[in-house]
């Protein structure tokens, strides 16, 4: 698509609004700013993308007239696809497109797309560097921290896009296709936004909707859904399993004691579907060679490995680069060892499926630190995860009395209510003792208390770091 003259519509003056609007300045549209908030200061907005920019700021509501005159909408990630102001453009026959689409048109080369309720961010770094070590012209973009449109004038033909992709974005995506997507996992997560589990999945899978006969989509075995799934999707399916040598004939990577071995087609440009004859299997590395700890980033390692093993890559520089590759920061990030004590954050463990993961991955008797903004979740499953190895709850923000009333219907009842992040600290402070673990994984989102998980996770760290 041609930008330039555009008249197009920038909803949401955030991060990702100000990266649309940086991106189609650049290409010569002519663009609107909205915020749907009546009581954002248009001041306020027109700082963050520079005060002598020629950009028209509407708050609230938009005129019918300036309607009428839009050739496009961007849609920013944060705003819900389903209220009357979008539906209102629909009903004007224009086209509404996220960040994603946007960059996706703009940019050039490949891209690797990754989404999945859990684990999108560290498989994303590690395919990263996968892929920065072995190609000159790489970027990593999303939802990890760095926007899409950001990097898009950058891109080459010869560029390598590896992309984190949350539900939120994919909702708004019409022609973009990624060369080798994965979906990681499916478990409940955003039904605040979504409303069902089954628009959830449907929004998940889209991110194969334009992939060719001639693509590449990685998916979990061990997800039922993703399994079905499979079998009916477009790209050629390569599998990973962390439960079980995956099925006969069946192409991916499995987790065999402490070996990750990969099952790939002799020729992956083949014709395959996920039942091809010509498969090899080789151990692609021990699992106690890398820096990452639990299964669940074992399952992450083999996604990472399996896309850029489809991309070309060779075994033996995936190898390496897993290898090398640390921890992502507040995703069961260690963050020091205090009179026999070990502190974790797990910041990034922002639902039940992720902060169970968290738990699984500790290794020593565990207080536990939880709670925060309430998007709905059921938390019984997490619960039943302790396990034993949960010696206290320290419980804060909106969730904490849903939280501790499903604990205590489930047997569970060492439970203390903190006011805030600090003073949870002091109490696993006061109350560990060497040999323990300090964890906090909040299973909720930051909202409410904090501006992100990142935040959380920083301030968590220096709190223990002063206790």
Not at 197 to 215: A, C, F, G, W
Not at 395 to 406: H, M, N, S, V, Y
Not at 430 to 452: I, T, V, Y
Request: proline letters at 4%; glycine letters at 8%.
């Amino acid at each position: 698509m041609d930008f330039k003259g555009k008249k197009v519509l920038i909803f949401g003056s955030g991060i990702s609004g100000t990266g649309a609007y940086r991106l189609l300045s650049a290409l010569e549209a002519e663009c609107i700013m909205f915020d749907g908030n009546e009581k954002a200061d248009p001041d306020i907005i027109r700082s963050r993308i520079g005060e002598s920019e020629p950009i028209a700021i509407y708050t609230g509501s938009i005129p019918e007239e300036v309607l009428q005159t839009l050739d496009l909408v961007i849609l920013s990630p944060g705003v819900p696809t389903d209220i009357p102001v979008v539906e209102s453009f629909h009903a004007h026959d224009i086209p509404v497109w996220g960040e994603v689409e946007l960059a996706y048109r703009a940019g050039k080369g490949d891209v690797l797309a990754i989404t999945g309720t859990n684990g999108k961010t560290t498989t994303t770094a590690l395919l990263g560097k996968i892929m920065s070590d072995y190609k000159s012209q790489v970027f990593v973009v999303g939802n990890i921290g760095t926007s899409y449109t950001s990097k898009a004038p950058e891109m080459t033909d010869e560029t390598v896009t590896v992309a984190e992709i949350s539900s939120f974005q994919l909702e708004t995506i019409d022609k973009f296709a990624p060369r080798v997507s994965a979906i990681l996992n499916i478990t409940e997560d955003h039904l605040n936004r979504h409303h069902t589990m089954e628009e959830y999945i449907r929004v998940k899978e889209l991110i194969t909707s334009n992939q060719t006969p001639e693509d590449f989509c990685v998916l979990n075995y061990e997800d039922e859904e993703l399994r079905s799934f499979g079998q009916r999707t477009v790209p050629k399916v390569l599998f990973f399993s962390s439960e079980r040598k995956l099925p006969e004939r069946t192409a991916g990577a499995y987790l065999n004691g402490d070996e990750i071995i990969l099952r790939m087609p002799a020729d992956l440009q083949a014709e395959n579907d996920g039942h091809d004859s010509t498969l090899s299997e080789s151990v692609l590395l021990r699992t106690g060679d890398l820096k990452l700890l639990g299964k669940h980033n074992y399952e992450n390692v083999m996604a990472a490995a399996l896309m850029a093993c489809a991309y070309g890559v060779p075994a033996e520089s995936v190898k390496k680069s897993a290898c090398e590759f640390n921890a992502v920061e507040h995703r069961i990030e260690f963050v020091m060892e205090k009179d026999g004590v070990c502190w974790y954050n797990d910041s990034k463990g922002t639902n039940p499926d992720a902060a169970i993961k968290g738990i699984q991955a500790m290794t020593r008797p565990t207080y536990l630190i939880a709670g925060g903004f309430d998007k709905g979740a059921d938390y019984d499953e997490w619960i039943r995860s302790f396990d034993g190895k949960v010696k206290s709850l320290i419980l804060i923000g909106q969730t904490r009395e849903k939280i501790r009333d499903a604990a205590f219907r489930l047997g569970f009842t060492d439970i203390i209510l903190a006011n805030n992040l600090e003073e949870a600290v002091q109490v696993c402070r006061r109350l560990s003792k060497p040999g323990d673990a300090c964890l906090l994984s909040p299973a909720c989102a930051s909202w409410g208390q904090f501006e992100n998980y990142e935040q959380r996770g920083n301030m968590f760290k220096e709190f223990v770091h002063n206790c």
